[in-house]
């Protein structure tokens, strides 16, 4: 693990440019409405760079990370992101739309648990039927 001071699996993920379509603003709302305790037993890791976010999302931030359940890392170096997603408990993608969105396969691929909205899950079950329907035809 990077040093982060993250312990393993004890941490939910979330990778997304700071940008209104990735409802990042939602997903603070959200976990502010879980416990206190818990949120500081597995607080929120949040990387990604700073897109377009307006000044209500960064205080939004700013006042989690102050209340001590999230950390917000900020942009990753790629070649590191796998051990972060390999050791979160989650893999939270709130985002309200996107073209593929590799952060969930990366996720899977990880063996990590995802959350998503049921329409991002719904297209990678389908891809990834027939990415697996094709490997047995082949077999």
Known sequence: MPASGLRFKQYALCV?????RKNIDLL????RLLPILLRQAKPLVLIGSAGWAGDDLKQAIANAVAEGWLIHLGFVDEQLLP???AGACSFIYPSKYEG???PII????SGTAVIANDI????YVKFLSKKLSMLIQKA
């Open 28 to 31: 603070l709302k959200a976990y």
């Open 83 to 85: 051990y972060y997603f």
């Open 120 to 123: 991002l899950l719904r297209c």
């Open 16 to 20: 997304s440019t700071l940008e209104p």
């Open 100 to 102: 593929f969105g590799l």
């Open 106 to 109: 990366e996720a899977i691929a």
